[in-house]
């Protein structure tokens, strides 16, 4: 709902942006603590505006395929295997069942434009229904025809969610600006990657290697291991991008899976910043038992994911104070 999204993003941003070692990572590029200041500031300004575009064009998708037919299926990858499969004939029929249901759900949103134009309220609600029906018989088609790529294949993708946009590009953007929007993903995701990368090596190198490893290297062998880590680290992100690909929407997916450690995280931060009279090891046990908790709450989906982020660092915070204070009543027994 709204207050998970408002409460539990806000402390997701909170963390990522706070707290999240890619973005830590550009602060420390400014040549001044003004312009690292500056820059997470930008960050947070330019990332509204960025967010509403991004969901603004998934609204213009959508309203366009309401006036225009979309693909019956817009993985054509799989649509291709299933068209020179034994199943043809009923894909042909399938095909047909959609095109009319399509047809019939336009004049019912054409209705609905002139209701709406006309402000009256009986036949808004009238076409409201009528469009909501002929929606649910264009799912229903949809499911069929997934049930007969499941059939065809076992195997096959049956999830296009991360090809709508694709498909519309392809089919509908002017050639030239087809390539400059490839350039500009290709440019983002250098971008994120690199970051990504030069976080997870450091990360493995200062914390790790030379904490655990080998304490005494050389500025030279350390340089080396940053390298060899950035290869492994590349090698299990290549990995990650095959899985991701099965998991459908991504965005959500990627919000999910922080919230199970980006509340946490934030937690350890400000007991570190605000409530200095607690050790570290009471701060690791805490934040031990928090994030048990809120996998246990996550798996179970108790609460919404976004919540996941307030209850982690809570429970950090809470869980900290209570062991530094057994732990420090222990010691005052043990002086007595």
């Given at each position: 709902?709204?207050?998970?999204?408002?409460?539990?993003?806000?402390?997701?941003?909170?963390?990522?942006?706070?707290?999240?070692?890619?973005?830590?990572?550009?602060?420390?590029?400014?040549?001044?603590?003004?312009?690292?200041?500056?820059?997470?500031?930008?960050?947070?300004?330019?990332?509204?505006?960025?967010?509403?575009?991004?969901?603004?064009?998934?609204?213009?998708?959508?309203?366009?395929?309401?006036?225009?037919?979309?693909?019956?299926?817009?993985?054509?990858?799989?649509?291709?295997?299933?068209?020179?499969?034994?199943?043809?004939?009923?894909?042909?029929?399938?095909?047909?069942?959609?095109?009319?249901?399509?047809?019939?759900?336009?004049?019912?949103?054409?209705?609905?434009?002139?209701?709406?134009?006309?402000?009256?309220?009986?036949?808004?609600?009238?076409?409201?229904?009528?469009?909501?029906?002929?929606?649910?018989?264009?799912?229903?088609?949809?499911?069929?025809?997934?049930?007969?790529?499941?059939?065809?294949?076992?195997?096959?993708?049956?999830?296009?969610?991360?090809?709508?946009?694709?498909?519309?590009?392809?089919?509908?953007?002017?050639?030239?600006?087809?390539?400059?929007?490839?350039?500009?993903?290709?440019?983002?995701?250098?971008?994120?990657?690199?970051?990504?990368?030069?976080?997870?090596?450091?990360?493995?190198?200062?914390?790790?290697?030379?904490?655990?490893?080998?304490?005494?290297?050389?500025?030279?062998?350390?340089?080396?291991?940053?390298?060899?880590?950035?290869?492994?680290?590349?090698?299990?992100?290549?990995?990650?991008?095959?899985?991701?690909?099965?998991?459908?929407?991504?965005?959500?997916a990627v919000n999910i899976l922080g919230s199970f450690?980006?509340?946490?995280?934030?937690?350890?931060?400000?007991?570190?910043?605000?409530?200095?009279?607690?050790?570290?090891?009471?701060?690791?046990?805490?934040?031990?038992?928090?994030?048990?908790?809120?996998?246990?709450?996550?798996?179970?989906?108790?609460?919404?994911?976004?919540?996941?982020?307030?209850?982690?660092c809570l429970l950090v915070v809470f869980f900290a104070?209570?062991?530094?204070?057994?732990?420090?009543?222990?010691?005052?027994?043990?002086?007595?």
């Amino acid at each position: 709902n709204v207050w998970s999204g408002i409460i539990g993003g806000f402390f997701l941003q909170l963390s990522y942006f706070g707290t999240d070692q890619s973005q830590v990572g550009r602060y420390l590029s400014g040549a001044s603590v003004g312009q690292s200041r500056l820059a997470l500031l930008m960050n947070g300004l330019v990332k509204i505006p960025m967010q509403f575009l991004i969901l603004l064009i998934g609204v213009l998708v959508f309203t366009f395929y309401q006036y225009n037919k979309a693909p019956l299926f817009f993985n054509s990858y799989e649509l291709n295997k299933l068209e020179k499969s034994e199943y043809k004939a009923e894909l042909d029929k399938i095909q047909l069942n959609y095109n009319q249901a399509f047809a019939t759900k336009k004049k019912e949103v054409e209705k609905l434009d002139k209701a709406l134009d006309a402000s009256d309220q009986s036949k808004i609600d009238v076409q409201r229904t009528a469009v909501k029906k002929a929606d649910e018989e264009t799912k229903a088609i949809r499911k069929n025809l997934t049930d007969l790529m499941t059939k065809n294949d076992e195997k096959a993708n049956v999830n296009d969610n991360n090809y709508i946009f694709l498909s519309f590009v392809t089919q509908y953007l002017p050639k030239g600006l087809i390539g400059l929007l490839i350039a500009i993903i290709f440019l983002a995701s250098m971008g994120s990657t690199a970051s990504a990368l030069n976080s997870l090596a450091s990360t493995s190198v200062v914390d790790i290697y030379k904490r655990l490893i080998n304490k005494e290297a050389s500025d030279k062998q350390y340089v080396k291991a940053s390298r060899w880590s950035t290869v492994i680290w590349g090698v299990v992100c290549i990995i990650m991008a095959l899985f991701a690909s099965k998991i459908g929407n991504l965005l959500e997916a990627v919000n999910i899976l922080g919230s199970f450690i980006y509340g946490t995280i934030l937690g350890v931060f400000v007991v570190a910043f605000y409530v200095k009279s607690v050790k570290g090891k009471a701060v690791f046990y805490g934040a031990v038992l928090a994030e048990i908790i809120v996998c246990i709450l996550g798996f179970n989906e108790v609460v919404a994911y976004l919540w996941l982020n307030v209850i982690g660092c809570l429970l950090v915070v809470f869980f900290a104070l209570v062991i530094q204070g057994l732990m420090g009543r222990k010691a005052a027994d043990a002086q007595i």
